[in-house]
Each structure stands twice: as C-alpha cells, then as structure tokens.
C-alpha cells in the first residue's frame, strides 16, 4: 500500500487485533475472544484493502461512480452476512439484541469503508501534488537552460562582430580581445550551467565584458563600475549582469557624446543584493527599437522563475536615461 510500509501494516493489524481480544475476553473465553477477534480483523481487513486497492482508484477516481457505489453495496451485504453468522456463534457477546448487532455492524463496516475512502483520495491527492511539483520544477529548469542558451549566443554574436572589425582593421587590441573574449568563454562554459554562482565571477565576467566592448573606441569610454559589500561566498544567478550592462551599451549615446556615460553600482547588504545600471541615451536608438529588447524581457523570465515574488526590478525610461534597478535576495 502506498503511503505506508509492510511493517507499518502489519502492526497496525496486530494492534487492532490485540486491542479487540482485550476487549470482548471478559465476555467470552480467551479461545473465543481470540476467533471471533480474528475474524473481525479479516473482515475490516478485506473491508479497507478492497476499498483502497480496488474499489477507489479503479472506480471512484476514474469517476465510475454507479460501479463503485455497486461494488461497496455488495461488499458490505457480504461482510454483513459473515458478521451476523460470526455473532451467532457467541451468544453471550454484550450486544445481545438483533437490532444492536445490525446497527453495530453497518456502522463499523461503513466507518472502515470511510477512512478507507478518504485515507486513499488523500494519499492520491499528495502523490498527485508531489509528481505536478516535480514536473513544474523540470519544466522551471528546461526553461531556464533554454532562456540562457538565448543570452549566450546572443551576446557572442556581438563580441565576434567587435573582434572581426578590429582583424579587418589590423589593430594591435585584437590580441587583447581574444584573451577577453577566451575569459568570457570560459565563464559560460564552466560557470554558467550552475544555478547560482559567486558574484564576484559575475562581476569579473562583466568587467571582461566592458573591456571588450571598450576595445573599438579609441578613446576609453566613460563607463564605471563601483561595488559596495561584495564578499566570497555571495551568490547570483549567472549571465544577470551581461546582459545589463549589454542593454547599456546597446541604447547608450557614449558613442559619441563626451557627457554620455554608464553608471553600474553593486551592493550587497546583510539581506539583499541591489544592482543598479544607468546610462544616457540615444533617442534614435530608443525610438528605432523596442528598448530593452530581448536582454530586459529574458533577465526579467529568469528572475520570475528563479525567484518568483522575491525580486524588484524597477525600469526608467526618461528623454536622457534610461536605468535598471534590480533587488534580489541575498543567497
């Protein structure tokens, strides 16, 4: 039976049965206390397993309800037959009247029939809970794996463009970008596939970023970086900053704007982690292409899965900036 072991049964059995000869062997001899105790319990026996086993997953469940209102009605007149034939072996049992005994009867087999009933549903009820959690958590985790592997190529696909201008331009900071761009690889492959990883890898991984994309100006542009409580042992989900900052750069007017600028501050307090990015922008950009686009909409699904109600993510999009504030629990 499921819910329950074979020790856990046969005791219960066993203590149902001790519990009967004590009571009816000050009525009856121990011989007769110990037989018709006997067959009582076989008879509730019969009573619960049909109803659990049979009876309830095979007819109430799948909702045939006429047969299982049948089937119970013809168990019970069988069981009422063998009690009324087992009483009539002990006349001097303490429910003398025929009447008590067809109440006695009916009310104990209905009783066992009940719990047995309900004791089933209600196990069915938490083994159906348990396998729809379970299905819910793989489908949470299919998607997140499906959300990044959106992000990674997406974000590759911009650093090999930078990179394959600065080949096609000859320039000297080709060399640095492939140590960059190596870093960066490596953080996804080896870092990424983890649930949570330590936020100063991410942190890294975004000031690799940064560099790279630093790397076809001539000119360092005026982005800047500022951590507040950014200890070991802090964990994020990984690929959240990348994709901040990448929105930053993708809508920011630091291309040619000498007051433009990008703004990324860390924080981490004794129970939470804020993440705050800003920058100036370019209204052609703005007003050509959704702002945000994929980067916002996908770091925004992975925090509704990974953290549910958990998190505040705050965007402003005014005429000359546009921010992130993102807050999310400390782990």
């Known amino acids: 039976m ?15 049965l001790f519990s009967m000869i004590l009571i009816t062997q000050s009525a009856l001899t121990w011989a007769g206390a110990l037989e018709r105790s006997l067959v009582m319990a076989v008879c509730y026996a019969v009573n619960f ?16 309800y006429a ?9 019970q007149f069988v069981l009422l037959i063998v009690r009324f034939h087992l009483d009539a072996r002990f006349p001097h049992h303490l429910v003398d009247t025929r009447g008590k005994k067809f ?10 029939s009940s719990f047995s009933v309900m004791l089933r549903l209600s196990l069915s009820r938490l083994d159906y809970e348990r396998k729809y959690a379970e299905k819910e958590k793989e489908q949470v985790s299919t998607e997140l794996l499906l959300l990044k592997s959106q992000i990674q190529p997406h974000f590759l696909f911009n650093t090999l463009n930078n990179l394959y201008t600065l080949i ?14 190596s870093d960066l690889l490596r953080y996804l492959l080896y870092e990424c596939d983890a649930p949570r990883v330590q936020l100063r890898k991410e942190i ?15 000119y360092p542009a005026n982005v800047h970086v500022a951590e507040t409580g950014v200890t070991e042992g802090v964990l994020i989900e990984p690929m959240l900053l990348i994709p901040l900052i990448e929105n930053a750069f993708k809508y920011s007017d630091i291309d040619y704007n000498p007051v433009g600028y990008i703004r990324v501050e860390v924080e981490v307090t004794a129970g939470s982690l804020r993440i705050s990015i800003r920058n100036t922008t370019d209204t052609v950009k703005v007003h050509a292409n959704e702002v945000g686009g994929i980067g916002l909409r996908n770091v925004r699904r992975r925090l509704d899965l990974s953290y549910g109600k958990e998190y505040n993510m705050e965007v402003t999009d005014l005429d000359n900036f546009f921010s992130v504030h993102l807050t999310i629990p400390k782990r």
């Open 67 to 75: 047969e299982f209102v049948a089937y119970m009605l013809l168990m």
């Open 168 to 181: 096609l331009q000859k320039s000297d900071k080709a060399a640095d970008a492939l140590m960059r761009l």
């Open 2 to 16: 499921k819910g329950f072991s074979i020790v856990q049964q046969v005791g219960f059995w066993f203590f149902l």
């Open 49 to 64: 397993y049909l109803c659990f086993l049979l009876f309830t997953p095979y007819f109430f469940e799948r909702q045939r």
């Open 204 to 218: 890294d991984a975004m000031r690799s970023f940064i560099a790279l994309y630093q790397l076809k100006y001539e």
């Open 103 to 112: 109440f006695v009867i009916i009310f104990t087999n209905i009783t066992v």
